[in-house]
């Protein structure tokens, strides 16, 4: 099977030859495998089974110096840690102006993202927006505001989602015209290390009928629904599935019981990730990451749904030892 046949299996809760498997590493533990193994001959094993691409990822610019993103917000440096000034400096969109899809995803960009699917064809491929909805809320306006907004603001908020929807779909309804795309990318935290963020109320009210007509806008071209949601989301994973979720990620073991909600929502939902960068991967021991990992793949893996992985890149917290483990537990499973 290819990768893209396994995961497609794996989605349609088929058990295949061995569990698919992303496996991200960060540049700092992959300089220490490639010392560990004599080279880097040893990177050529792995294959990642899908490859994810979005309009808005890319930036390479200075890893401190301040940038401003398309929508106007500030970040401090490359990464989304940091909001050095949200472009929301009031609960109003009064005076805004969003970027357009054309600047979301202008034409160049499109081509690229088209032979990038043509070019890995043979995994499962997802595209959509970096930031895609709650995420962009936040970062249009700041997290503590948002969530001040939600109580005091609640009409603003449903301007804000309804604006950021609207563009979402735009933007959308072109990537999906990629040939060969296979799945739609939503990358929304919803999660807090107990329950959602907002609350349970403002998310069944706010945030789950607008998902599900974005959603429902993937399913419609025929492309399966991939979420990307940290912390604990196990009070909304079965609104998730019911508005047309496909692929859970990261299915994050410390906030989340996996295998309860394996048990309970397995038949109706694939589960991507289930490695904890958390607790085992920085903490345990090799045999531990080992025997989790196995035990993952049995229980997890079993009649399908799952892609197996760390919940977040390998990163420089996990000693060598560890990643050693993790890298072969995930390449060495028994195969089917």
Known sequence: MTPRERVIAAINHRET?????????EAEPVG??????????????????????????????DAVKPYTDKYGTTWQGMNIFHITEPRLSEPTLEGYRPPTDKEMLPDARFEEMKK?????????????MGLSF??????????????????????????????????????GA??????????????????????????????RRLFKPRLARMYGQAKAAGKYVYIHSCGDNSEILGDLIDIGVDIFNPAQPEPQDLYALKRRYGKH???????????????????????????????????????IGPTKPIMRDVPT???????????EQPKG
């Open 17 to 25: 030859d061995f569990v698919p498997y992303m496996l991200p590493i």
């Open 134 to 171: 709650w995420e962009r809320a936040w970062a249009l306006r700041g997290m503590e505001n948002v969530l001040v907004d939600l109580i005091e603001s609640p009409r603003f908020v449903e301007e804000l989602l309804d604006m950021l929807m609207e563009l979402q779909m735009t933007v």
């Open 269 to 307: 939902v694939t589960f991507d990730g289930g490695i904890g960068c958390q607790q085992l991967l920085p903490r345990a021991t090799p045999d531990q990451i080992r025997a989790e990992i196995a035990r993952l793949c049995r229980e997890l893996g079993q009649d399908g749904g799952f892609i």
């Open 321 to 331: 030892a560890n990643a050693v483990a993790c890298v072969e537990a995930i390449l």
């Open 174 to 203: 072109r990537l999906m015209t990629i040939p060969g795309l296979d799945g739609v990318y939503f990358g929304d935290d919803f999660g807090a290390q107990n329950g959602v963020i907002m609350g349970l109320t403002h998310w």
């Open 32 to 61: 220490r495998l490639d010392a560990h193994y004599g080279g880097p001959s040893w990177r050529q094993r792995i294959v990642n089974h899908y490859v994810t691409a979005a309009p808005d990822w890319g930036y390479r610019g």
């Open 116 to 128: 990038w699917v043509a070019d890995n064809h043979d995994r499962f491929t997802i595209a959509g």
